[in-house]
């Protein structure tokens, strides 16, 4: 059994600031061993890759993002997190995680980002 649990989404200010976190748990034994991501969907929109870290710790942004969004992991709490710091209206969209291994993988649920004033 195994659960992607995520959170920190919310409504913030144009400028405002949200981490989002995203724990595994359950039958998941080779966390430090997955690229990790975040992904996120706006109305009307397809899905996008937001950022990501690989299982060596290197990180790649999307270009609209780069400077004010930063991924880090957490092995051992099994936790990727998104920190979202000058948020712009135009980050409004459903975040999701994305854990990858060989063979797998496994999305969050989602949680909503809504920036406006």
């Known amino acids: 059994q195994v659960q992607i649990v995520e959170s920190g989404g919310g409504s913030v200010q144009p400028g405002g600031s949200l981490r989002l976190s995203c724990a595994a748990s359950?039958?998941?034994?080779?966390?430090?061993?997955?690229?990790l991501g975040w992904y996120r969907q706006a109305p009307g929109k397809q899905r996008e890759m937001v950022a990501v870290?690989?299982?060596?710790?290197?990180?790649n942004y999307a270009d609209s993002v780069k400077g004010r969004f930063t991924i880090s992991r957490d092995n051992v709490k099994k936790t990727v997190y998104l920190q979202m710091d000058s948020l712009k209206p135009e980050d409004t969209a459903v975040y999701y995680c994305?854990?990858?291994?060989?063979?797998?993988?496994?999305w969050g649920q989602g949680t909503p980002v809504t920036v406006s004033s």
């Open positions: 994305n854990l990858q291994i060989f063979a797998r993988e496994y």
């Open positions: 359950g039958s998941i034994f080779s966390f430090g061993a997955m690229d």
């Open positions: 870290i690989s299982r060596g710790g290197g990180t």
